[in-house]
């Protein structure tokens, strides 16, 4: 099983600011993974695929990078709704599909 | 739009059975895996379970193997989870998601979108 581990656990991060999120994979899992953004309440929602792709109407300000066993998502000038949790995870090696344990993105 | 609206959460105790369904709309149904995924109060994102479009294939998280069944019936565009041999652990909020993809060159990648609204599970006694 991948083993996926996000950094840090909470990021405060003033409105305007960037925010920069870290996902780890115990293994390659080559650019086959996602980032998801769950608000408040709400079910997750899908922003990146294959590690950099926005999928359909994601703001350019998400932008995902990384291949391997690291990954980054940058949220550029964080808007009010942006404030949530990010969850990566990878579909390389399937089953299990693998969730990282989350970041939490805060207001500073 | 693409829709998933799950029911049949609700309170039971443990040991005992419950199940899930997730209606679906908006797309044909019947040409997508879909999956369960659950969320304990305050925590992370846990997969369980996939069923591919025509059910032939079946996967199962540890946790939940041999106790929940995935099933679905492409007739009425419904998804279900047969939770058996409840535990207070299985406390929490169940989502289906369909099995979203994109392929190129003969590369593939797969996401979870959309998912559905959740239904809460609570195993109490």
């Known amino acids: 099983e991948i083993v996926m581990t996000q950094s840090p656990a909470t990021l405060s991060v003033s409105p305007g600011g960037r925010a920069t999120l870290s996902c780890r994979t115990s293994?390659?899992?080559?650019?086959?993974l996602a980032w998801y953004q769950q608000k408040a309440g709400q079910a997750p929602r899908v922003l990146i695929y294959g590690a950099s792709t926005r999928a359909p109407g994601i703001p350019g300000r998400f932008t995902g990078s990384g291949s391997g066993t690291e990954f980054t998502l940058t949220i550029s000038s964080l808007q009010s709704e942006d404030f949530a949790v990010y969850y990566c995870q990878q579909y390389n090696n399937w089953p299990p599909w693998t969730f990282g344990q989350g970041t939490r993105v805060e207001i500073k | 739009q693409v829709q998933l609206v799950e029911s049949g959460g609700g309170v039971v105790q443990p040991g005992r059975s419950l199940r899930l369904s997730c209606a679906a709309s908006g797309f044909t149904f019947s040409g997508y895996g879909m999956y369960w995924v659950r969320q304990a109060p305050g925590k992370g994102l846990e997969w369980l379970t996939y069923?591919?479009?025509?059910?032939?294939?079946?996967y199962y998280a540890d946790s939940v193997k041999g106790r929940f069944t995935i099933s679905r019936d492409n007739s009425k565009n419904t998804l279900y989870l047969q939770m058996n041999r409840l535990r207070a652990e299985d406390t929490a909020v169940y989502y289906c998601?369909?099995?979203?993809?994109?392929?190129?060159?003969?590369?593939?990648?797969?996401?979870?979108?959309?998912w559905g609204q959740g239904t809460l599970v609570t195993v109490s006694s």
């Open positions: 293994q390659s899992v080559s650019n086959n």
């Open positions: 069923i591919s479009n025509d059910g032939s294939d079946k």
């Open positions: 998601a369909k099995d979203s993809f994109y392929c190129n060159n003969g590369i593939c990648h797969k996401w979870l979108d959309p």
